[in-house]
């Protein structure tokens, strides 16, 4: 038996009606509060009747009623005001400093225990999630409201990413925008090393030369480590020397290029192409605040994110070695994560720190209209027929793998439950 299943019978009610506490005293759940994930006692806002008397306040729940002095909990005033100790046994009297005796409620023998046997099977599948083979069955209106709400919980986490970042900054959205957006350009394997590149070149230095495509490129290479290297070929030589110029102008200090990860990408995607591409865009004309945050429509949003590369790179994918040419003009897919990873995020905290609800809807919006990320995490929700039609969706259920799934809390989540009460193993 562990504590977490406990909280699960206490918080959804899954035991018997006829309560009393050890001292005889009869006891009815009238509701049983809100669960902390932080530290302190286990339900807060509880509400119980003993005997005649309402109490409300917070309830404690350990397997042992012993296990209140293990964890110390006598000498912490967060415990002070607890109206009600919940253990599965029962082996020492507990009282508080004034000498009295807390409440006390025993479950052993007061709920289903084959659900409990149910559940340990359960949490033994090693199956991609526990609920993979009974997922169908789970009615998915049902769920949908609660599952939308991991969406609106995402948003929140990148949120206060982005606001810790603004602190930093000084509020400058221009230099925190431009850092979020090389991070989403690195993507997955390369967003630390295009983080720390960004960090490296502030923006005031790029829009001084964002009219000058040949100085971006050696600015951001040169930052990048990558003309540390020997020179390769006229165009790196050329970079290079425009490079150390500034490098001395402006105090310069590039970051390691070992750093950069070409494993397992396609050559479009090698950190080079990426940061052509992202030379390309900073040079476009307009502040990036304008250009990214102020646009109303999807379709503005995807004209000004559409970056190409310059001359040199139409015919390669890293420096002096040539390939067939081609316009290396990053891809749709690769907008719309930019899109629902930066820009996205950036309105959302935009519209609730200046209370502009009209950017906080504007961000919600963008989701419902575009399409779900095609990644493996969607596409195995999808097998399982959960209902993802569009990206507000997809962001639910990449956080309710991150935050329910992969931890395994299905005590805790709406499906887990449906499923736990119908399970057949």
């Not at 289903?112 to 359960?122: G, Q």
């Not at 169908?136 to 970042?165: C, M, Y």
Request: positive net charge; proline residues 4%.
């Amino acid at each position: 038996m562990t504590e977490k299943f406990l909280h699960y019978l206490w918080k959804f009610r899954l035991i018997s009606e006829q309560l009393e506490t050890t001292e005889g005293e009869p006891l009815s759940i009238i509701q049983p509060g809100t669960l902390n994930s932080d530290a302190g006692p286990d339900f807060f806002d509880a509400r119980i009747r003993i005997n005649n008397t309402l109490w409300a306040g917070n309830v404690e729940i350990h397997f042992r009623s012993s296990d209140w002095k293990k964890h110390g909990h006598q000498y912490d005033k967060r415990y002070r005001n607890i109206i009600l100790h919940v253990v599965y046994e029962d082996d020492e009297v507990i009282l508080v400093q004034e000498g009295h005796q807390i409440p006390t409620l025993v479950l052993k023998n007061k709920f289903d225990e084959d659900l409990y046997i149910n559940y340990r099977r359960y949490m033994k599948r090693k199956s991609w999630i526990p609920c993979e083979k009974t997922f169908q069955n789970v009615e998915q209106p049902g769920i949908k409201t609660w599952i939308d709400n991991f969406t609106h919980e995402r948003l929140n986490d990148k949120a206060s990413s982005i606001e810790r970042a603004l602190i930093l900054d000084c509020f400058d959205w221009e230099q925190t925008l431009y850092r979020f957006l090389a991070i989403n350009f690195g993507f997955k394997l390369n967003g630390h090393a295009f983080e720390l590149l960004a960090k490296s070149l502030p923006i005031q230095i790029i829009n001084r030369h964002k009219d000058n495509q040949f100085e971006l490129e050696a600015l951001l290479f040169g930052q990048a480590g990558f003309l540390n290297l020997k020179q390769v070929d006229e165009y790196h030589k050329r970079l290079k020397s425009e490079y150390q110029l500034f490098r001395k102008k402006y105090a310069l200090s590039p970051i390691d290029a070992h750093l950069w990860n070409f494993l397992r990408l396609r050559p479009p995607n090698f950190p080079t192409i990426r940061i052509a591409q992202f030379a390309f865009l900073l040079g476009q004309p307009g502040t990036l605040f304008d250009k990214f945050i102020r646009p109303k429509s999807l379709e503005k949003l995807h004209d000004n994110l559409i970056a190409g590369c310059s001359v040199y790179w139409e015919t390669h994918f890293m420096f002096d070695k040539a390939s067939p040419k081609s316009k290396k003009w990053i891809g749709k897919d690769s907008i719309q994560l930019i899109i629902i990873n930066t820009i996205v995020p950036f309105n959302y905290v935009y519209g609730q720190i200046n209370d502009k609800p009209a950017y906080v809807n504007k961000a919600l919006n963008f989701l419902h209209q575009l399409p779900p990320e095609k990644n493996k995490i969607i596409k195995k929700w999808s097998s399982l027929n959960a209902a993802i039609p569009s990206a507000f969706e997809s962001q639910a259920y990449l956080q309710l793998m991150k935050t329910m799934c992969d931890q395994k809390k299905c005590l805790e989540c709406r499906i887990g439950d449906q499923v736990l009460k119908d399970i057949r193993v």
